[in-house]
C-alpha cells in the first residue's frame, strides 16, 4: 500500500486537503479530495461526504464530485482492485485511505476513564496510575478475545485518564464496549484490594453513546499515528465526568438505533441487555483472580421491599448546560475472594452539590440492592 501513501501523501498536503472518496481504476484508483474546510463546510449537504465508507458506488461518488466542485485524481497501482486472483482487496485500500480522511460516526458507545487526584500526584505516582489503567485495559482486551466477544479497541489519552471505544460499529458493538467496562473496572477493583492506592488508580467512570468525528494523526509528516475522537459523544463524557464522584460510574442519556426495525435501545434498556450477556458468561479470567458473576444496574429510589426504581439526574455544567445521566452500580462476585460492590449508592447522591436534580422514572425495577 505505499503506492497509495506516496500518492496520496503529495495531495493531502500535510492535511490542508481531506480525501473523500475513491473508486477503483485500471491498474490504479480514483480518489476525490478537497480542502478540509470544504469538505467540513458542505457535508451537512449529502450524507456520504463524511459518513460511511470512503469507497463508494458511482452515483454517490459522482454527487459528491459536483457538491465539491472537484474533479477525480488517478493513483497508479501495480495492479487492480478487485476480488479475483492476484488483485488488491478493496478492505486494504479502504483501511489506507481512511487516514487521510475525516468521517463522521452517527452512533457509536465511548468510555472515559478520568483518574481521581491525578494533578496531585508525584510523577511516579502518575506514571504508575496510567500503567496500572492501561494493563487493566488490556487484560480486559484479553479476556473479550478469550469469551469469544469480538472488538477493535482503540484508545486516546486525555491526560488523566483514557477515552476508549470500539473501531466495530453497530449496537452489538456497543454492548461488547460496555462488557469491556465492566471487565476493565473488575480488574482495576482486584489491583485496588491487592496493590498500593498510591500506585493503583481510583477511577471515574462514564459511558455514552453518540456522535463524534474520527481522524488519525501524523507521525512524522504523513498519516500513520492512532485515530482519534471528538464530537457530541466526548464532549458529552467530559462534562459527566467533571460531576463525577470518585469511584462513580455513570451513564449519559441516549437514544441509540436499533436494525431490523426494534425500537431504539435507551440506557435502561442497554443496560438490561448488558445484564443478560453478563448473565450468560461463565466466568472470566483476570489478573489476580477469576470473576464469577458480575451484577450491573442503574440505580434509584426505592419502590417497596427489595425493589427500586431508576433514578434519572439532571446535571447542570460549569457552562449552564443541562445533560441527563443515570447512576450505575457493579457488584462483582469471585470464587477466591470477597465480593467487590463499585460505584456510588443512592443515598450517597441524595445531597451533591447544587448541580443534581433527579426524577424517578417508570421502569423495570432492579432485582438487586443499591444499597450494597
Not at 497508479?76 to 487516514?99: C, F, H, K, M, S
Not at 482519534?228 to 460510574?249: K, M, N
Amino acid at each position: 500500500m505505499q503506492a497509495i501513501n506516496d500518492g496520496i501523501g503529495r495531495i493531502w498536503d500535510l492535511g490542508r486537503n481531506n480525501v473523500v472518496a475513491w473508486l477503483p481504476a485500471k491498474d490504479g484508483i480514483e480518489v476525490l479530495v478537497a480542502p478540509c474546510y470544504v469538505v467540513l463546510d458542505r457535508a451537512s449537504r449529502h450524507d456520504r461526504v463524511m459518513q460511511g465508507k470512503r469507497f463508494m458506488g458511482r452515483g454517490s461518488f459522482a454527487a459528491v464530485s459536483r457538491l465539491l466542485g472537484v474533479t477525480p485524481r488517478r493513483i497508479d497501482l501495480n495492479g487492480n482492485v478487485g476480488t479475483g486472483p492476484g488483485e488488491i482487496p478493496w478492505q486494504r485500500v479502504e483501511e489506507v485511505i481512511r487516514r487521510y480522511a475525516i468521517s463522521q460516526t452517527l452512533n457509536r458507545a465511548v468510555i472515559l476513564f478520568d483518574i481521581v487526584g491525578f494533578s496531585l500526584r508525584s510523577h511516579v505516582e502518575q506514571v504508575a496510575q496510567l500503567n496500572s489503567l492501561e494493563v487493566s485495559i488490556n487484560v480486559a482486551h484479553r479476556c473479550m478475545r478469550e469469551l469469544r466477544m469480538p472488538i477493535d479497541l482503540a484508545r486516546s489519552s486525555t491526560g488523566d485518564g483514557y477515552y476508549v471505544w470500539n473501531r466495530n460499529k453497530g449496537v452489538e458493538a456497543d454492548l461488547n464496549l460496555n462488557f469491556l467496562l465492566m471487565l476493565i473496572l473488575a480488574g482495576n477493583a482486584i489491583a485496588r484490594d491487592l496493590g498500593s492506592p498510591k500506585l493503583v488508580p481510583e477511577l471515574r467512570s462514564c459511558f455514552t453513546v453518540g456522535s463524534h468525528f474520527s481522524f488519525y494523526q501524523v507521525e512524522g509528516l504523513v498519516r500513520g499515528g492512532g485515530d482519534y475522537i471528538v464530537g457530541d459523544a466526548t464532549i458529552e463524557l467530559a462534562r459527566l465526568a467533571a460531576e463525577t464522584l470518585p469511584g462513580q460510574i455513570l451513564f449519559g442519556e441516549f437514544d441509540r438505533p436499533t436494525s431490523g426495525g426494534a425500537a431504539n435501545m435507551d440506557a435502561p434498556g442497554f443496560m438490561m441487555s448488558v445484564q443478560q450477556r453478563l448473565d450468560d458468561m461463565q466466568g472470566a479470567d483476570l489478573d489476580h483472580g477469576r470473576i464469577d458473576n458480575i451484577r450491573c444496574y442503574l440505580t434509584g429510589s426505592s419502590w417497596g421491599g427489595d425493589r427500586f426504581r431508576i433514578n434519572k439526574y439532571d446535571i447542570v455544567d460549569k457552562h449552564g448546560f443541562h445533560h441527563t445521566a443515570y447512576n450505575a452500580k457493579m457488584n462483582i462476585y469471585r470464587g477466591d475472594g470477597p465480593p467487590l460492590f463499585l460505584g456510588v449508592r443512592t443515598e450517597d447522591l441524595a445531597g451533591f452539590g447544587a448541580n443534581w436534580r433527579y426524577e424517578s422514572i417508570s421502569a423495570a425495577p432492579a432485582p438487586w440492592d443499591p444499597r450494597r
